[in-house]
């Protein structure tokens, strides 16, 4: 299990970098319209038609100390998230589902390295795909 200060500590890093990508976070996430089918941690806004939901995952190490990071780019990657997230991806592509379109919606996993690098996938109907990566 993971120790929740850990998670909140995260959580604070992860709501710093929605900012920086021009999104005003959405308090309390729990009591957004976007939240009620699906718990989401973060919720950003950017101007009055466009939604970024988030998951945040953290990666833990793996029994051989590895934390499902790709050798040759250092990234986790798309497998990885597909892999570690089934949970989350299935979330978000329900709420996606759900959505009636009267805002433009993204859906997103966010991957919290030990490291402290966070990894931003869009999560599509048929695919996910890396948008970002950002370092400590």
């Known amino acids: 299990m993971i120790a929740e ?5 995260t959580k604070n890093r992860c709501t710093k970098l ?6 005003a976070p959405v308090q309390p996430v729990t009591a957004s319209f976007l939240s009620r ?11 009055d038609y466009e939604a970024l939901c988030v998951k945040i ?6 029994t051989s100390g590895r934390t499902g990071i790709n050798d040759k780019t250092g990234a986790t990657g798309e ?8 949970h989350e991806c299935s979330q978000l592509r329900s709420l ?20 402290g690098r966070i990894h931003c996938y869009d999560v599509l109907m048929s695919e996910i795909r890396e948008v970002a990566a950002y370092g400590r």
């Open 96 to 115: 996606a589902m759900k959505y009636n379109g009267a805002i433009f919606l993204r859906c997103e996993v966010w991957i919290a390295e030990p490291d």
């Open 37 to 47: 089918s699906v718990p989401l941690h973060l919720i950003g806004m950017r101007g």
């Open 57 to 62: 995952k953290l990666a833990t190490s793996t």
């Open 18 to 23: 929605l900012i920086s990508r021009g999104y």
């Open 79 to 86: 497998k990885y998230v597909e892999a570690q997230c089934r």
């Open 5 to 9: 200060p850990t998670f909140h500590s």
